[in-house]
């Protein structure tokens, strides 16, 4: 099992140092000149060639030519892109162009509201998903089965943003159960330890916090949870509906277990093995998802910031946060690679 | 003494959106204790769904036994609950099935599936009954038993699973076991050491076996007496000695004739059956094995044979023309 | 009794059913089936209607303002506040909404298959080639191909320290070679330090002309890429080198990576149709490659290899025919995506631009105005999203189960 994890982290570093690579090359491909978008178009031509020199703009992007032919082996590797690596391996994301905060510290604040809400959005699709497709699964070609496979696809087909404004418009404008907007109420304040709001509420049993978070993320979490929920749902239906056929099942059935034995013991577990991967990389579609809900909703994560970066061309906080939005959907989906083993032996041992 | 089993007008229907596919039409027969039933036929003869029948166990929809009765030990099982089904299933009759490969559960360990079993039926504690799942590995020969019982079902071969599921199938004494095919996945050399197996096995446990096959071959050496079906019914049915020297029906003649054989001239030609069996989806009137039988006649068409006793107790066959084939012979 | 022997059977009656084409019976699955019917039915609708408005019902959309009827409610009856028949009610700029709806309908379909038009060609070609060379040999023609190719690529970084175009031409050549005489000292260390040499040699000669250092870069450089031509590399290596780019652009959540492309690009429909195509290649690149892969090593592709037909032949005619099913079920309900992700651009104003009608962006248009009351303005072409994705939807799945060869009895 540990060789089986360690062969893994191996073979994701070289992706890692691709989507390094391709976040370098976006940035510095992004048409515009940063240092003349944040001076202004009357900026002079000095102090524009000045915040260059400052950013390393005028740094060549891998190589300097120039400085090799002039025998300057230390300048020919002295590129963006070199520097860039550099930085990020000490963490160093750089500072916005536009308001001079560190990437990181506002990372720190915009990652666990990112965070939060996508995992508790995985958490709904999950608990309601898996059961909606066992169900179907168990009662295949009856009007349940049919009912919440119709439902679910009704799921997948959802814009979220629109789904996300008809929800204000029911419950915050028109009801006025849940509030439309925001992580939480002016006024109510919690205790920050890992900024995830409702985790910290919880650790200081700050009652009043805790609703409070809980209410403002609801809308957001049922938003974004829809399409996975969906797909999550038809998924699990038809990998029940496949293990069911299988021999074993038989067997088991053959063995004097019961229904909910077969269904939830002998199916369920090599059922989860395609569901997990799904789960997996619904995590991408659920943080990148969150650029609209969060731009519907005004909630203070990365989705929204990175985007307003990249409208600004602001390359510190697309660079960081596009990073750590990569490296969190691969972190889940090498999580997901060690559960399938951890789920089906012939994985494991081989 | 009441048989052990006795099966009476068994029906079996599909329902697929093709039509009714008539998958078992009314079989009857018995076993006693302790017997060996061979029953043969081609794929597709409903022989494997006659025994998923008697287990209940047939795949609904589409899958319905429409009529019959199924006596076990005094008991009409097509009478029971599911509930009640439940306590016979892998208790009393026991089943094991044609490929081993895909048989048992990849995600469980061997050894937590026989326990699954063991301790459904029995009350046992879970370190008896991973005991006594080592004893019964080792009861069908698998060498270091105990340490086994630990391993996944893919770090076994094909052999040694087969003989893993007989294990699950013995495991709660069963009056009655169903082998569906249990060597048909199998290397022949395997085939052999499997038979040897469940020969033995009987022998010390003396329970009552159904092997079902489409290899008259291998059930020659075993069986006590064998049912040959086609098209979803029995029709032929004897003592073993009758079914292969007194062949009165045309079809059990043509899958006898599909054997090699080495006591006879060497340069003797194979026969075999000619065309393919009838859709069951749409059986004949008559008889359904008529289009493909060489003595067939009007009345073959038009009226279905009966499964009759001949020469005595031992001995039924469904043909109009068995006394003309007993004579030709 | 009448002596009847086996000889006299003649076989009658057989068991044989009403022949029927796979395609055909597909066909016939999927119209039995309520659920595709209603996609199709909804599919068609759209189809239809914003084609038919397209070409028969003229829409000006830059003259089309009229502040009078600002943001006013359905009607479908004229009134004295508004005179005209509105069934989806006006914009914040007085526009028919339905009008709107209808038209937009136009582009936004537009996006979705063009998008899904890019994502499958580039995608599939990339899945059926790495696909099938995964598993088969390369010839050695398409050998001295690849070879080449490798050494002109990797030459390149070397010719461009220089600014000699002429050393990437050396590499190549030398690429082919190593291709072409792939028996000479095979398997043994000398092949890799005679070719390290000569590509050593082709850069630091070459580098020489411009300066001691970028002669000593270019030497290491050059044998590092002779060290590589000389490898007996197969097919496997370049389809995996290709795949592992295809799991890069995977590892970017789909929007973000189309939004950044788009930013690159600037907005427009074309754009949003290139950025949300880019994004899908890898989804139909992985899906046709595990296609050709299952297949790839079945009889009949093998049958074709022993009696000699070419490789291109081989997938086109044998390969690409049996792995259509996931394909046509992945494009259909990539088309609904494809339409969902165009709205999102669009919402985010990323797509056409403005006056042109879009749903995405009639949304974004509008949503401002929701929290004074006017829910039309949002609701209905969010429907027109909901439902038209719905349809592809149903019908994909349809297709999936038509499709399905475990159903194939």
Same mark, same amino acid.
């Given at each position: ?348 041992? &081989? | ?7 009476? &007008? ?320 | ?409």
């Amino acid at each position: 099992m540990s060789r089986y994890i360690i062969r893994r982290i191996f073979s994701v570093i070289p992706t890692l140092i691709g989507v390094t690579f391709v976040i370098f090359m976006f940035q510095r491909l992004i048409p515009g000149d940063p240092a003349v978008a944040m001076l202004g178009e009357h900026a002079t031509e000095e102090s524009v060639e000045r915040l260059r020199e400052q950013f390393g703009l005028n740094r060549p992007l891998f190589l300097d030519r120039e400085a090799l032919a002039e025998g300057d082996i230390n300048g020919f590797f002295d590129s963006q892109y070199v520097r860039y690596m550099k930085r990020l391996l000490v963490l160093d994301m750089g500072e916005s162009i536009h308001r001079r905060i560190p990437v990181l510290e506002t990372l720190k604040i915009r990652f666990p509201a990112t965070i939060e809400l996508a995992f508790f959005a995985m958490f709904i699709a999950i608990i309601i998903g898996i059961p909606i497709g066992i169900i179907s699964a168990a009662n295949r070609n009856t009007p349940i089965d049919s009912i919440s496979m119709v439902g679910s696809l009704v799921g997948v087909s959802m814009p979220i943003f629109w789904l996300g404004l008809m929800e204000i418009m029911l419950f915050a404008v028109m009801l006025q159960w849940l509030p439309a907007g925001g992580r939480i109420s002016v006024g109510v304040e919690i205790e920050s330890i890992t900024n995830l709001y409702l985790v910290d509420s919880i650790l200081t049993a700050n009652w009043v916090g805790f609703k409070d978070a809980s209410q403002h993320i609801i809308l957001p979490a049922i938003a974004l949870a829809t399409i996975p929920m969906g797909i999550i749902a038809r998924m699990t239906r038809s990998s029940m509906l496949d293990v069911l056929q299988e021999d074993y099942i038989r067997t088991a059935k053959a063995k004097g277990l019961g229904h909910s034995l077969v269904l939830f013991r002998h199916a369920l577990k090599n059922a989860s093995l395609p569901v997990v991967t799904i789960v997996g990389l619904q995590m991408g579609t659920l943080l990148a998802g969150a650029v609209l809900t969060e731009t519907i909703f005004s909630w203070p994560g990365i989705g929204r910031w990175v985007y307003d970066g990249i409208l600004g061309r602001d390359y510190p906080i697309v660079q960081g946060g596009t990073l750590v939005i990569a490296f969190v959907f691969i972190g889940v989906n090498f999580f997901v690679d060690i559960m399938y083993a951890f789920l089906d032996p012939r994985i494991r041992y &081989n | 003494m009441t048989p052990l089993l006795e099966i009476k &007008n068994l029906k079996t229907r599909f329902f697929t959106s093709e039509g009714v596919v008539k998958a078992v039409n009314n079989v009857s027969y018995s076993m006693e204790s302790g017997e060996i039933l061979g029953v043969v036929g081609e794929s597709g003869c409903g022989k494997s769904v006659h025994a998923l029948s008697i287990m209940q166990l047939v795949q609904d929809p589409p899958g319905k036994i429409t009529n019959g009765e199924v006596w076990l030990d005094g008991k009409d099982l097509l009478t029971f609950s599911e509930k009640e089904m439940k306590k016979i299933r892998g208790s009393d009759v026991a089943m094991i099935f044609q490929d081993p490969m895909t048989s048992l559960n990849p995600v469980f360990t061997v050894g937590f599936q026989i326990v699954e079993a063991l301790r459904l039926h029995n009350d046992m504690t879970k370190a008896e009954a991973r005991e006594r799942a080592g004893e019964l590995l080792a009861l069908v020969g698998i060498p270091g038993a105990e340490q086994r019982l630990d391993d996944y079902p893919h770090q076994f071969s094909g052999g040694m699973r087969q003989r893993a599921m007989i294990a699950m199938g013995l495991s709660c004494e069963p009056k009655l076991l169903i082998a569906d095919e249990p060597t048909t996945a199998l290397d022949v050399t395997i085939q052999a050491q499997i038979v040897d197996l469940v020969k033995k096995l009987q022998d010390d446990l003396g329970m009552a076996i159904m092997w079902i096959t489409h290899d008259l071959g291998v059930i020659a050496e075993m069986a006590d007496r064998i049912n040959v079906m086609y098209a979803g019914a029995i029709i032929e049915s004897g003592n073993v000695r009758n079914i292969y020297k007194k062949t009165r029906h045309p079809y059990t003649m043509g899958l006898l004739g599909s054997l090699p054989r080495l006591d006879e001239d060497p340069g003797a030609e194979l026969l075999s059956v000619p065309g393919l069996p009838p859709d069951l989806l749409a059986l004949p009137k008559g008889c359904a094995f008529a289009a493909r039988c060489g003595y067939r006649t009007e009345k073959c068409l038009e009226e279905k044979p009966p499964l009759e006793e001949i020469d005595g107790r031992e001995h039924a066959v469904a043909c109009w023309h068995w006394e003309e084939i007993a004579g030709s012979k | 009794m009448a002596e009847i022997t086996p000889e006299e059977i003649t076989v009658t009656d057989f068991a044989v059913r009403e022949h029927r084409s796979l395609w055909v019976d597909a066909w016939r699955r999927l119209i039995s089936s309520n659920t595709a019917r209603l996609g199709m039915f909804i599919v068609a609708f759209f189809l239809l209607s914003t084609t038919f408005a397209h070409f028969f019902w003229e829409y000006e959309p830059k003259k089309d303002l009229n502040y009078s009827l600002k943001l006013k409610p359905p009607t479908l009856i004229p009134n004295e506040e508004v005179p005209s028949v509105h069934p989806f009610g006006t914009d914040k700029l007085g526009r028919d909404i339905f009008r709107r709806v209808v038209h937009g309908g136009w582009n936004s379909l537009r996006v979705g298959i063009v998008a899904v038009s890019i994502s499958l060609f580039f995608g599939g070609l990339t899945g059926l080639f790495t696909g099938f060379y995964e598993n088969i040999d390369t010839t050695h023609i398409e050998k001295l191909f690849l070879f080449g190719l490798t050494g002109l690529v990797l030459g390149s970084l070397s010719a461009w320290i220089a600014a000699q175009p002429i050393q990437a031409i050396f590499f190549a050549i030398l690429g082919v070679i190593a291709a072409y005489f792939k028996d000479f000292q095979k398997g043994k260390a000398l092949r890799m330090v005679v070719f390290a040499i000569a590509g050593a040699l082709i850069g630091a000669i070459l580098g020489a002309f411009v300066s001691s250092a970028v002669a000593l870069i270019s030497l290491i450089w050059g044998a590092i890429t002779g060290a590589l031509l000389s490898r007996p590399l197969e097919g496997k290596f370049f389809s995996n080198v290709m795949m592992r780019l295809m799991d890069i652009i995977l590892s970017f959540p789909g929007y973000l990576l189309a939004i950044a492309i788009v930013a690159f690009l600037g907005p427009g429909l074309e754009k949003g149709m290139i950025a949300i195509g880019v994004v899908g290649i890898p989804v139909y690149a992985r899906l046709t490659r595990s296609a050709v892969l299952s297949v790839s090593q079945k009889e009949y592709i093998l049958a074709a290899q022993s009696v000699g037909e070419g490789h291109g032949r081989i997938i086109f005619r044998h390969i690409t025919p049996n792995i259509l099913s996931p394909i046509i079920v992945q494009t259909t309900m990539g088309l609904a995506g494809a339409i969902l992700s165009a709205a999102a651009l669009g919402f985010l104003g990323l797509g056409a631009i403005p006056p042109e009608p879009e749903w995405g962006s009639m949304l974004g248009d509008s949503y401002r105005y929701l929290t004074s009351g006017a829910w039309w303005a949002v609701l209905f072409p969010g429907l027109a999203i909901m439902f038209s994705v719905l349809g592809f939807n149903l019908l994909g799945d349809g297709l999936r189960d038509a499709l399905d060869p475990k159903l194939r009895t």
